[in-house]
């Protein structure tokens, strides 16, 4: 079975600042994607950015990008320029490979607020 | 294109009754996810939905817990005789299949209140 773990359960940052987000994951499987999702308190749950396991090549979408050391199971997040928007609860999650849909494996979240 | 949506948005019920959660998914989506994500236990998976079959029902916490999807699109998550511990938001998501991407795309959710 997969395990993720964020050990960070509440993280602030300074607005235009930059925060990391810590994630690890425990699993034998070698195909794999992971993801980071936001939830705003608005409760929808928002893809951030997604890391396929077999790409040595980080993820980046604008301001969002991953840190992802296969070997260390680690997959980090890092924010740049924090908007006071960017404020929500950040779920890291894994989703095994298979040649059918697999569900996702979420880890308990990290709670960021961004301080004006 | 619309995203998946839920209703009801919110429910309060009283224990012991049945209740019903429709998720109509993205189009054209063929896998569809019903997650529990509650205070004491995070997001956990309940059940998932391949076309009109449900290959992994894994995640059920018990027999009042059921689900069903039709027509390979609405699904509907129904709990009977409801209790207290099964107040939680309930997500559904719903995706392509790994090879043309496999992220799931979350609905907004349905919170569900058993007094």
């Known amino acids: 079975a997969q395990t993720v773990t964020q050990s960070q359960p509440e993280m602030s940052v300074q607005e235009a600042e930059t925060v990391t987000l810590s994630c690890t994951y425990d699993?034998?499987?070698?195909?794999?994607?992971l993801f980071w999702y936001k939830q705003p308190p608005s409760r929808q749950m928002i893809l951030v950015i997604r890391q396929e396991a077999y790409k040595q090549q980080n993820a980046t979408e604008n301001r969002f990008s991953v840190n992802f050391q296969k070997a260390a199971k680690s997959f980090s997040l890092k924010i740049s320029d924090s908007q006071l928007g960017d404020t929500a609860m950040y779920f890291c999650a894994f989703m095994r490979l298979n040649s059918g849909n697999t569900p996702l494996v979420f880890g308990k979240g990290t709670r960021l607020s961004v301080i004006a | 294109g619309a995203g998946v949506s839920q209703s009801p948005s919110n429910k309060v019920t009283e224990k012991g009754k049945d209740v019903e959660l429709r998720c109509d998914p993205i189009?054209?989506?063929?896998?569809l996810y019903w997650y529990r994500q509650s205070l004491g236990q995070g997001l956990e998976f309940l059940i998932y939905f391949q076309g009109n079959s449900a290959p992994d029902k894994s995640g059920l916490p018990s027999d009042r817990f059921s689900a069903e999807r039709t027509g390979g699109s609405v699904s509907t998550l129904t709990i009977q005789r409801t209790q207290q511990e099964d107040s939680a938001v309930y997500l559904c998501?719903?995706?392509?299949?790994?090879?043309?991407?496999?992220?799931?795309?979350f609905g907004p959710g349905t919170r569900l209140l058993v007094l």
């Open positions: 998501a719903s995706s392509l299949t790994p090879v043309q991407g496999g992220t799931q795309y």
């Open positions: 699993t034998s499987e070698n195909n794999y994607y």
């Open positions: 189009s054209g989506h063929t896998a």
